[in-house]
């Protein structure tokens, strides 16, 4: 069973940066859909970033939320990805979650998704 551990959130003030990480254990993450969302409080959960690879190459895809601030990547060797954030803001607060799926599919619909993480806190402060 593939299991999915986020880290690297925190508290910090509008325009810093943070670099999340989600560490799989179990199988290698290569042969999957790995995906970014966040839920605010109070809010349905968001699609953030995604990351998927085939034989024609790799596909990345953002919201128009996070599109110009946000990075997706993968190191393969250490069965982790990243996600990069950059000129933060308050609307960024939320927690982040890890996600993992074995089909293509529907890759920005959480409901796509067949592995999950506990989620790490951001706090974007004013």
């Known amino acids: 069973q593939v299991q999915l551990v986020e880290s690297g959130g925190g508290l910090v003030q509008a325009g810093d940066s943070l670099r999340l990480a989600c560490a799989a254990s179990g199988r290698t993450f290569g042969s999957f859909t790995m995906a970014w969302f966040r839920q605010a409080a109070g809010r349905e959960r968001e699609f953030v970033a995604y990351l998927s690879s085939s034989g024609s190459g790799s596909i990345k895809k953002y919201p128009d939320s996070v599109k110009d601030r946000f990075t997706i990547a993968g190191d393969y060797a250490r069965n982790t990805v990243y996600l990069q954030m950059n000129y933060l803001k308050p609307e960024d607060t939320a927690v982040y979650y890890c996600?993992?799926?074995?089909?293509?599919?529907?890759?920005?619909?959480?409901?796509?998704?067949?592995?999950w993480g506990q989620g790490t806190q951001v706090t974007v402060s004013s």
């Open positions: 996600a993992a799926a074995v089909n293509f599919r529907f890759p920005t619909e959480p409901a796509s998704y067949d592995y």
